[in-house]
């Protein structure tokens, strides 16, 4: 039996306790200071009312509350990071660099970084992860076997993470921003909200599984859509030539920028 730990049971936290939570060899327990009582009845884990308990019972301890919260975290957990050196730590921290971490929580423990998303919950999350020097070939191969269970993933040289943050762990926000603007176009054309929601939806999960799932590029998928040229392709060109990629590269640029501001000191 694995006991993953978690500190801090918020949104990213109950998404990975859901994805894990289907298989049977892993145990998990969560720490959150206020929202404990919820949480255990809502996800039907243990709950325990330390930090320190958490780490007691675990082999891997998921790092899942706000990057201003480490310093506290650290502090509470002071006695058995001695105790205990052994326990892997994960970081789905979206800030604090691996060189941070190991300031804040000791110099030889075991840190890895997770930039994880929400759709982890279902298993279709994606995850990138970064090690250091401190963290051997196996240990990087189990930590990298537990996030696939939750999705894909790839182990990426820490310095891509801000930009893996931004595309993927808030991914699911621009998606769904995606999808509203789609809805609210069919219901401005005089659509029901149900009619626009479905297909809204369906057009982006049939597209996405047509890409997953054949070798199509996105442009040669538009393109078998655009055939003849004619009607598609206008509303295509307005897309493409518009402005589609400079907004979302501010939406990318303005995410990463406010990750570079938060301090986890
Ligand atoms: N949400 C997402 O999609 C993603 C989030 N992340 C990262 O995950 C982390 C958590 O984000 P998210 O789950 O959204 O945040 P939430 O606000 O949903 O959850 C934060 C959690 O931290 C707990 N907490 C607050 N203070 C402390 C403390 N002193 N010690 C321990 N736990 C504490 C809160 O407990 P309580 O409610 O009881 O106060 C809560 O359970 C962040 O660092 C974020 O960067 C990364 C990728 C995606
Ligand atoms: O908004 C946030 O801070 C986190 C980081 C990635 C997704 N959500």
């Known amino acids: 039996m694995l006991t993953i730990g978690f500190i801090g049971a918020g949104q990213m936290a109950q998404a990975m306790v859901k994805g894990w939570q289907k298989r049977e060899e892993i145990h998990q327990v969560v720490y959150a200071p206020t929202a404990e009582k919820q949480v255990a009845s809502e996800l039907g884990i243990q709950v325990v009312d330390t930090p320190a308990?958490?780490?007691e019972q675990a082999d891997m301890v998921v790092l899942a509350m706000k990057p201003q919260d480490l310093q506290t975290v650290a502090d509470e957990l002071r006695l058995v990071r001695m105790q205990k050196p052994e326990v892997i730590i994960v970081s789905?921290?979206?800030?604090?660099?691996?060189?941070?971490?190991?300031?804040?929580?000791?110099?030889r423990l075991v840190i890895a970084r997770a930039v994880s998303n929400?759709?982890?919950?279902?298993?279709?999350?994606?995850?990138?992860?970064?090690?250091?020097?401190?963290?051997?070939?196996?240990?990087?191969?189990?930590?990298?076997?537990?996030?696939?269970?939750?999705?894909k993933t790839d182990e990426y040289p820490e310095q891509k993470l801000s930009?893996?943050?931004?595309?993927?762990?808030?991914?699911?926000?621009?998606v769904a921003a995606f999808v509203k603007s789609y809805q609210a176009v069919g219901q401005q054309l005089g659509l029901t909200e149900d009619q626009a929601q479905v297909i809204a939806l369906q057009t982006l999960t049939g597209t996405g599984i047509n890409m997953t799932e054949t070798p199509l590029s996105a442009t040669q998928l538009a393109n078998l859509a655009i055939a003849a040229g004619v009607s598609t392709n206008a509303g295509y060109s307005y897309l493409t030539q518009g402005q589609?990629?400079?907004?979302?590269?501010?939406?990318?640029?303005?995410?990463?920028?406010?990750?570079?501001?938060g301090d986890i000191s």
Do not use: C
């Open 53 to 55: 308990k958490v780490w």
């Open 92 to 107: 789905v921290l979206a800030g604090g660099t691996l060189k941070e971490l190991h300031q804040v929580l000791g110099e």
């Open 118 to 151: 929400i759709n982890v919950a279902l298993r279709y999350g994606y995850t990138g992860l970064a090690f250091d020097q401190y963290v051997d070939a196996s240990t990087r191969g189990a930590i990298a076997m537990l996030f696939l269970e939750l999705g």
């Open 163 to 174: 930009v893996v943050s931004a595309l993927a762990g808030s991914g699911p926000a621009f």
């Open 244 to 261: 589609l990629e400079e907004v979302l590269s501010g939406a990318v640029s303005a995410t990463m920028d406010k990750n570079e501001q």
